[in-house]
């Protein structure tokens, strides 16, 4: 459906994506190239997007034997057993990427966006590098366009200034910037040093996408407060610059999966992991997937593991939870302080409630490939996404699609962007232990009658608003767009060969 209607709407149209995180990564190992596919919402929503319109995509060049494989343009056709597009890498120094990615847009953006009371960092050398690579950027997009008028999708909070830097240089290109993570309220964006450039970067966008109306709401209002421009909130548009900015909501999803002949059924599949994780038949299962993130929640979660325990001592012995906890950033000191709580608070729950090989806590902190955490998620009783703020979180629809046995039980973050889609979901405060371990507790006696009338009901909202109606919206509103441009152009060409055939001195009606 997606490609009928890049045929019909948008035909020969140029596609152009711009992330920091690229969908194919390259590192040598033990002497040879392997190829790795990073385990990212990001990445799983974009690439079946990128590879049904044939497009280019435009990222950091992050392995370590990137440059050996590309081609003296930097480019290289992806998928690797079915090409379909252009990957085209850009190459950071180290003092670039340090600055730009883990300085300005994750020390200071991300906390900031995020309202998760961990304090932004501001540096005036971090800026700096945002800037300079933003720039690069600008330049290898333009390097990349084949016409003067490409359809350009910006990913995220890494780029703010890329959509006005491209504007510049491409003034009919039709630019979507989405921003994958929450925007604050003004009085909280407020605290930005450089809080007018980043409005401006990305006003120099076509659309300017979020998850949900609030955040579009705090958008708009951070706009009208800090900037000179003119902004009708009943069109969610905004004027600046001679130029109108419109601010939408798009529900971000994942790639509904496919139908898989022979695949092992949910008992299968939950004996194989019971048996990897040495965990005994009769126990619940319980799983957490997330990258270890101060955003995520996860102290939250083992926090209301130990209250569920204290309130439901029966239970102990019975249920186990398994959290899948990502190495992230970790050279960064949130980070670091955060890996040493979570490892703490384990060892004190294990150590409370655990007897003889039973551990009610099972912390795995490396990275999984998405097969894996699929049987992680079909093997589960439910699943606990708790993050203490997020655009949408994407682990909780990827769960309710992994349940094809339409059973278990998802326990949701009252915010997160996914809370307002899949209401089924067991909706929880995050800051409240007890009421989360409640929530626990209901999960794990609900009658398989009601988890299957919720989980269908979940199951047909992620199957029918999937990654492909997301992109399908947004490149619609661009083909608006494009029509109104052109409708433009040719009435105001037409007005002026009127004015052209009147007599010198004579009045139009």
């Known amino acids: 459906m997606l490609r009928q209607v890049l045929e019909r709407e948008l035909p020969d149209e140029e596609l152009i994506v711009v992330s920091n995180r690229e969908p ?47 081609d003296r343009n930097d480019r290289i056709a992806v998928p690797p057993d079915d090409p379909a597009y252009t990957l085209r890498r850009v190459w950071l120094s180290e003092e670039e990427y340090k600055g730009y990615y883990f300085g300005f847009a994750n020390e200071g953006l991300w906390p900031l966006c995020h309202i998760a009371f961990t304090r932004p960092m501001f540096r005036a050398a971090d800026w700096e590098c945002y800037q300079a690579v933003n720039r690069k950027f600008a330049e290898v997009v333009v390097e990349e366009a084949k016409s003067d008028r490409p359809i350009v999708l910006i990913q995220d909070y890494h780029f703010a200034l890329l959509p006005r830097l491209i504007r510049e240089k491409l003034p009919d290109a039709t630019i979507i910037t989405f921003w994958h993570i929450p925007w604050p309220n003004a009085e909280v964006f407020s605290v930005c040093p450089w809080r007018e450039q980043i409005l401006d970067g990305l006003l120099g966008s076509s659309i300017v ?6 955040h579009c709401n705090n958008f708009i209002e951070s706009v009208d407060r800090f900037l000179e421009s003119r902004i009708d909130r009943e069109a969610a548009a905004i004027s600046y610059r001679g130029s109108l900015t419109a601010v939408h909501s798009y529900p971000i999803s994942i790639e509904w999966p496919e139908d898989e002949e022979g695949r092992a059924g949910a008992a299968e599949t939950r004996q194989a992991v019971f048996q990897r994780l ?13 990258r270890l993130d101060y955003t995520k929640g996860i102290l939250d979660r083992f926090h209301a593991l130990d209250e569920f325990f204290q309130q439901h001592s029966d239970w102990i012995g019975r249920l186990v939870f398994l959290q899948v906890a990502a190495p992230s950033r970790g050279t960064l000191p949130a980070y670091q302080q955060l890996y040493r709580e979570c490892v703490e608070l384990v060892d004190e729950i294990n150590e409370r409630y655990g007897r003889g090989d039973y551990r009610p ?21 439910f699943c606990v996404v708790s993050s203490l703020h997020d655009g949408m979180n994407l682990v909780a629809k990827e769960f309710v699609a992994a349940r094809d046995d339409e059973l278990g039980v998802l326990v949701l973050s009252a915010f997160t962007g996914a809370s307002r889609e899949l209401l089924e979901a067991l909706v929880v405060n995050p800051y409240d232990p007890s009421a989360m371990g409640e929530a626990f507790y ?64 004579a009045t139009t009606a």
């Not at 690439?47 to 435009?58: F, K, L, M, S, V």
């Not at 040495?278 to 997330?290: N, T, Y």
Request: hydrophobic share 40%; aromatic share 4%.
């Open 442 to 505: 209901q999960a794990l006696t609900m009658s398989e009658e009601e988890q299957r009338g919720r989980m269908q009901r979940m199951r047909e909202n992620v199957r029918v608003n999937n990654v492909y109606r997301w992109a399908g919206n947004m490149l619609l509103d661009a083909a608006r767009l494009r029509k109104r441009a052109a409708l433009d152009e040719t009435m105001a060409n037409q007005n002026l060969f009127r004015s052209a055939q009147q007599p010198i001195g």
């Open 278 to 290: 040495g965990l005994p038949a009769d126990v619940k299962l319980a799983v957490g997937v997330e």
């Open 361 to 381: 806590i099972v912390l795995l902190d490396r990275h999984h490939d998405q097969d894996d955490l699929a049987m992680l998620y079909r093997a589960a009783d």
């Open 24 to 70: 194919y990564v390259h590192e040598r190992v033990d002497g040879r190239i392997k190829l790795h596919v990073p385990a990212s919402g990001l990445v799983s929503a974009l690439e079946p997007i990128t590879r049904t319109c044939a497009g280019t995509w435009i990222a950091h060049g992050s392995g370590t034997a990137d440059r050996d494989v590309v």
């Open 209 to 214: 996408g979020f998850h949900i109306q609030l």
